[in-house]
């Protein structure tokens, strides 16, 4: 592929930066993410990786839109209410940069999406509202060994976890949240959350999937992400950074699970804590 | 003496954000610790122990049955799911 008149002044900014350049353009605009979720982490997502080139984006939600989410999901106007999410971003993020290729399923996340036998994504990126479909995408990421970049937000505080399955299939979102806790009695519906703290945590979702279609070119770095959980309090604008342990019994990755995608991530705990 | 945490909520419920913990000798793991912290009420108890908290110590998740030591800094962190 090469990019055309239009891509290189669209693109400039991104060619102007030693480690993207033409190369990490065109590895962009070959790139296929699916996003889970088009709420409040979901809607900066799209529109990042929309505005960057990320050649094929699908998009996965059931919900159409509500006035309630107006006051954070920043791809929709009032005029779309009642109208299925996946149809009113579609229109938005076309608006924005037609050159990219949408699919669009308005349905939960599950096998038609992300099939068992292998489904043909770069990196899938989790903002779901709940653990249940959080843990589903893990447990199918891992099993495909496809990088998952999760992140949640209620209130005034965000998390953020990666999981670079292509390159380590070690540790994963059950070894930091177990898979039987069920679902946590506060939830955006029932508490609140703050639009911003969706954003920031979004835009994160963004660099960070950027970074994982990014690796290995241009001379880029091709280690295994870390697995940090980070979290964000936004009353104090603090960022705190926890490494995330691969757990022995972990139904989803432990060690009666057969080891299936390349090395171990978990790093020596000294090196770990000297990077934190 | 240990270091405790409590992030965002919790620090609400427990009314501090960190808290020096002087600790008796049979509260040696994590989740001791959660039951001793829980004896300070029941709003904190009940929040300490919902199913998707957390625990981490000096900076790495940990499970509940982690042994701590002396000057060890313990955060727990309530769950955060929406999205
Ligand atoms: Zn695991």
Known sequence: MTLDRDAFMRYSRHLLMADVGEQGQETLLESRVLVVGLGGLGCPVALYLTAAGVGHLTLCDPDNVDLTNLQRQILYTEADCGEPKVDCALVALRAL??????????????????????????????????????????????????????????????QLMTFDFARGSRPCLACA???????????????????????????????????????????????????????????????????????????????????????????DKNTERKQL | ??????????????????????????????????????????????????????VAVNQDLVEWDHVFEDEDEVAFLPPVTGG
């Open chain 2, 1 to 54: 003496m240990i270091k405790v945490l409590f992030f965002g909520r919790l620090g609400d419920i427990a009314g501090a954000e960190e808290r020096k913990v002087s600790v008796p000798e049979q509260v040696r793991t994590v989740d001791d610790l959660r039951q001793l912290l829980g004896e300070d009420g029941e709003a904190l108890a009940k929040a300490l122990n919902e199913p998707q908290v957390m």
């Open chain 1, 97 to 158: 940069n037609p050159s990219v290729t949408f699919n669009t399923h308005c349905a939960v996340v599950g096998d038609s999406v992300l099939p068992e036998g292998g489904a043909d994504f770069d990196v899938v990126i989790d903002c779901t509202d709940n653990l249940a479909a959080r843990h589903w995408l893990n447990r199918r990421c891992h099993e495909l060994g496809i990088p998952l970049v999760s992140a949640a937000a209620l209130g005034w505080e965000g």
């Open chain 1, 177 to 267: 949240i177990p898979e039987d806790a069920g679902e946590p009695l506060a939830n955006c519906g029932n508490s609140g959350v703050i639009g911003p703290v969706l954003g920031v945590m979004g835009s994160l979702q963004a660099i960070a999937t950027l970074r994982l279609l990014l690796k290995g070119t241009n001379g880029a770095d091709n280690e295994p992400y870390r697995p940090l959980l980070q979290r964000f309090d936004g009353r104090r604008e603090t960022w705190t950074r926890f490494a995330i342990r691969p757990v022995s019994q972990c139904p989803v990755c432990g060690d009666e699970q057969p080891e299936t995608h390349g090395n171990d991530i978990h790093q």
